[in-house]
Every structure is written in C-alpha cells, then in structure tokens.
Nanobody
Framework: VQLQASGGGLVQAGGSLRFSCAASGNIESINVMGWYRQAPGKQRVLVARINNIINYADSVKGRFTISRDNAKNTVDLQMNSLKPEDTAVYYC??????????????WGQGTQVTVSS
C-alpha cells in the first residue's frame, strides 16, 4: 500500500492551501482517513479525520474542511484562513483493511506547511 500526498508549501497568513492524499495498493476497504500535523518540538496531533462522521481539532474548526472520495481512495484537506500557528509538517493517515484481512494503519510521508505572518 502506498499513500501519495500532494499540496502544502509556503503561504502568508490568511491564505489557503489544499492537500490531497491517495491510497493505492492491496486494499480491501478503508475505515478512517485523516490528517495529522507535527509542529517543531511538539507531538503529532489530529487535525481532521473522516469516516461516517467528521472530527476536527478545535484549533481548525471553521477554517479547515476535510473531504473524501471513496471511489478513488482519496482524502483532501482544504485549509483556509491560515495562521502562523498552523505551521507544521502534515501527515496523511489511513486506517484500512488489506485484502488478506489484516487491518493496518498507514502514514504518508509528511508535507511541510509554513505560514508567514
């Protein structure tokens, strides 16, 4: 299984960015798809996740929107009104079932987001 993430980069405060993550390979089904982030010197934390319901970190509610395309096994994160405190490495995360029935948690490679003030 591979997770291919795209997006991210450098943006000024108040700007927008969009991430996309695609899962491919020996996948039977996908449970939860989500995004986490890790700022320098801090732990990795949940940004947003989606299965039958959607959860957002309080810090991004009203600014970020997560969406999912089950046919394409993709999850997107639209980030608006970005703030300097959103600066972090963002990771795609997918909880899935392989075709052999094994449940596995995959992480994408991480993408840097830098928001300048």
């Amino acid at each position: 299984v591979q997770l291919q993430a795209s997006g991210g980069g450098l943006v000024q405060a108040g700007g927008s960015l969009r991430f996309s993550c695609a899962a491919s390979g020996n996948i039977e089904s996908i449970n939860v798809m989500g995004w986490y982030r890790q700022a320098p010197g801090k732990q990795r934390v949940l940004v947003a996740r989606i299965n039958n319901i959607i959860n957002y970190a309080d810090s991004v509610k009203g600014r970020f929107t997560i969406s999912r395309d089950n046919a394409k096994n993709t999850v997107d994160l639209q980030m608006n009104s970005l703030k300097p405190e959103d600066t972090a490495v963002y990771y795609c995360n997918v909880d899935l079932i392989l075709r052999n029935g094994v449940r596995y948690l995959y992480w994408g490679q991480g993408t840097q987001v830098t928001v300048s003030s």
